[in-house]
């Protein structure tokens, strides 16, 4: 028996072989070497081949870590299933927005309980009134592996609506269109059209911007409802490769601006929403370095600008000539304040601005002259600008959340000063009272003090036994504001301290944090974190053994830096999307977004960038030692970081890394930058990611 027993596990195992050397052995990519030379210096490119996206060798590549991928996680199956179901729990399966009144109608948008898109509604006269659907997105998706829907703007005569559909990934829509009273799509299906469609006042002309090569937005069309879109009229094209072009109207509907922008620059033209001619009108022509974006009240322009005011202040201009010479200080400049936006209503501004890393909503009454704070009842919150339609009401709407309170919507009465909750975002077993967040600042290495928002279960001790997800970003200006998110529940829950490290390359503390993180300051970024990693490890918040880290697209590329600099540092690394390949990129104008980021990383093609990027460069600095546990993930339509970038990035770490830690790379063959587009399989990919961090680190 035991013989036999023997001959059969033989057998087996002799059957097993080919599939096992396949599937039980990380892929090893061939090394074929590119060469390219730049300022005398020489650069090998084992894996340059790994952008051939045609070639089936590279999709058989790509194939093979999935599934050596998928291999190394079946232990973790059960794990996964489990995690889903959890993150599915937290989730309201059928749940609704609160209506917005927009004449005669209320909008809404609504999920139903098994659907992974939303559904977008209406009710003429009362919220009572009966259903109308008028945008179906599940309908749409219907056979599809991927389907995002965008910018679903109404007509003012709220007959029609325009909306953008991608089913790639690729971030290339289709302008359609639809008829809600007939309930009937139209002819139109435009291609090549980017985010951000603008109608004029009569309710069939259409603005609209297209793409280049690139995939760089640089031209404005205008189209009239029922035409064939090839004889639509071009009224801008931007010829700058380092600017892109939008289009929106104005919260009054009187004005269609169309703005340039480059990361540091801008530039606007107006047209009155009633014209049918394409006599642009120029705000201020483009001067470098200086910003400036455009909100319309009555006879006036409310311009937010940089110039002279490097947190930005707010200028009013006539509209007759809003030309800089008739500029005049509406809200002057606050070195503790960054002012984003202004946002008019008929008799009062609301103004979007960040004080103390808070993002915060003050009104401006323009007829009383009185000005006031939206109020707040917690230390830590952000507040944003909600669904408004409507420009002649006291009325605004305004969304609150914080790191435990979950996103609850208000009417603001800018009369009576009342604010009335209509909604907080029912979290099936949450219990807010169960978890606790506070901020701390971390001294960085230069003195700089790095605020770091905390959140965790009341039961978590400060003992440097806990696990802690420390997650960053650091670039564009852009803040990670403490919201809400459930996802996150399943990590509090088993002990998890979540934190969020605020570093120079973002706008927690104004524009100059930005700028102290950006070009030849790009380290400031990467050494902020470590700092921040090491403060929480000596303090006992964590251990080495338990911190994992997180970031995505430029976040990756933190992510990328820091395990170059500092391996030793943590246990697990999940890299999503990871802008990893610097220097290569950034010296390929054929990319999209290369020649527009050059405000942000420098241009490699001058000597002084090419050196300093090339000292951070992930892809670049992979050297002979240790690195972590890391998961990194990639999309194979991504036109934000090319699926080649991870894909090089970890072929180069499994060819020169001295360590037995897991190294897995996820792609997903049918999406782009942002994963999956349905709501459940997006919660599969977060389960996914825990299961991984829970395997590392050894969590039943």
């Known amino acids: 028996m035991i013989r036999y027993l023997f001959v059969l596990t033989t057998f087996v195992i002799t059957l097993m072989l080919p599939f096992c050397r396949k599937e039980c052995n990380p892929p090893v ?263 400036y974006y455009i909100s319309h009240n009555g006879d006036y322009f409310y311009i937010t600008t940089n110039k002279n005011a490097m947190n930005f202040k707010v200028v009013k201009a006539p509209v007759n000539d809003p030309s800089e010479k008739n500029w005049t200080d509406f809200i002057k400049h606050d070195s503790l304040k960054m002012i984003y936006n202004v946002y008019p209503f008929r008799n009062f501004l609301v103004i979007d601005y960040r004080e103390d890393g808070l993002r915060k909503l003050k009104v401006m009454n323009l007829v009383s002259g ?142 100059s944090w930005y700028l102290k993180g950006k070009l030849l300051k790009k380290k400031n970024t990467f050494y902020d974190f470590i700092d921040v990693a090491e403060y929480l490890i000596n303090n006992n918040y964590t251990s080495k053994d338990k911190l994992v880290i997180s970031g995505g697209s430029a976040g990756g590329l933190l992510m990328g830096a820091v395990v170059n600099f500092r391996p030793d540092l943590f246990k697990v690394v999940i890299a999503k999307v990871p802008f990893v390949d610097v220097l290569n990129t950034m010296l390929d104008q054929t990319i999209p977004l290369t020649v527009i980021e050059y405000d942000e990383w420098g241009s490699p093609n001058e000597e002084p960038y090419y050196w300093y990027i090339k000292s951070y460069s992930p892809y670049d600095n992979v050297t002979n030692q240790e690195y972590p546990n890391i998961l990194v993930t990639a999309g194979l339509y991504d036109p934000r970081v090319q699926y080649w970038e991870p894909a090089k990035w970890v072929a180069k770490l499994r060819a020169m890394k001295k360590d037995n830690n897991l190294l897995l790379l996820k792609t997903n063959m049918n999406a782009g930058h942002f994963g999956h587009s349905g709501r459940y399989d997006y919660l599969k990919d977060i389960a996914f990611e825990y299961a991984f961090i829970f395997k590392i680190l050894n969590i039943k």
Not at 174 to 184: E, F, T
Request: hydrophobic residues 30%.
């Open 29 to 291: 990519a061939d090394k074929i070497p590119h060469y390219d030379t730049i300022f005398n210096d020489i650069r090998v490119d084992n894996y340059y081949w790994l952008r051939e996206r045609s070639s089936q060798r590279v999709i058989d590549y790509l194939n093979d870590e999935n599934r050596y991928t998928d291999w190394v996680m079946k232990d973790t199956r059960r794990l996964q299933k489990k995690l889903f179901k959890e993150l599915k729990k937290y989730l309201k399966e059928d749940k609704q927005s609160v209506p917005s009144k927009n004449g005669d109608y209320y909008y809404y948008i609504k999920y139903e309980k098994g659907k992974q898109y939303p559904i977008y509604c209406r009710k003429r006269g009362s919220i009572d009134a009966e259903e109308q659907v008028y945008l179906d997105v599940n309908k749409l998706a219907k056979g599809k592996k991927y389907c995002r829907v965008a910018s679903v703007t109404l007509s003012p005569d709220q007959r029609y609506i325009a909306f953008l559909i991608d089913t790639t990934g690729r971030e290339m829509y289709y302008l359609r269109l639809k008829d809600i009273g007939s309930n009937r799509f139209l002819r139109e299906s435009i291609p090549n059209v980017y985010y951000g469609v603008a109608w004029g006042s009569d309710g069939k002309t259409l603005f609209y911007t297209t793409l280049d090569s690139t995939l760089r937005p640089y031209r404005v069309y205008r189209h009239i409802v029922g035409d064939d879109f090839k004889n639509d009229n071009l009224i801008y094209q931007e010829n700058d490769g380092k600017f892109y072009v939008s289009v929106r109207r104005s919260r009054s509907g009187e004005y269609i601006f169309i703005e340039l922008n480059s990361q540091v620059t801008s530039e606007v033209y107006f047209l009155k929403a009633n014209s049918t001619t394409n006599n642009l009108k120029l705000i201020k022509k483009r001067e470098y370095g200086i910003e």
């Open 370 to 511: 009185s000005e006031y704070n939206i109020p707040s009842n917690e230390e830590v919150y952000t507040m944003s600008f909600g669904e408004n339609y409507e420009y002649n009401t006291p009325m605004l709407r305004y969304i609150y959340n914080s790191l435990i309170t979950p996103r609850a919507v208000y009417d603001f009465n800018t009369e009576t000063g009342e604010a009335i909750l209509r909604k907080v975002d029912e979290i099936p077993g949450y219990d807010s009272r169960n978890y606790k967040t506070e901020r701390i600042w971390v001294k960085a290495r230069d003195g700089v003090r790095i605020p770091v928002s905390l959140l965790y279960k009341k039961s978590y001790k400060k003992d440097g036994n806990h696990s802690c997800y420390l997650y960053g970003y650091g670039s564009y200006g852009s803040v990670i504001d403490p919201r809400f998110s459930s996802n996150r529940l399943p990590l509090l829950d088993r002990g998890f301290l979540y934190a969020i490290a605020h570093i120079r390359g973002g706008g927690a503390l104004g524009r």
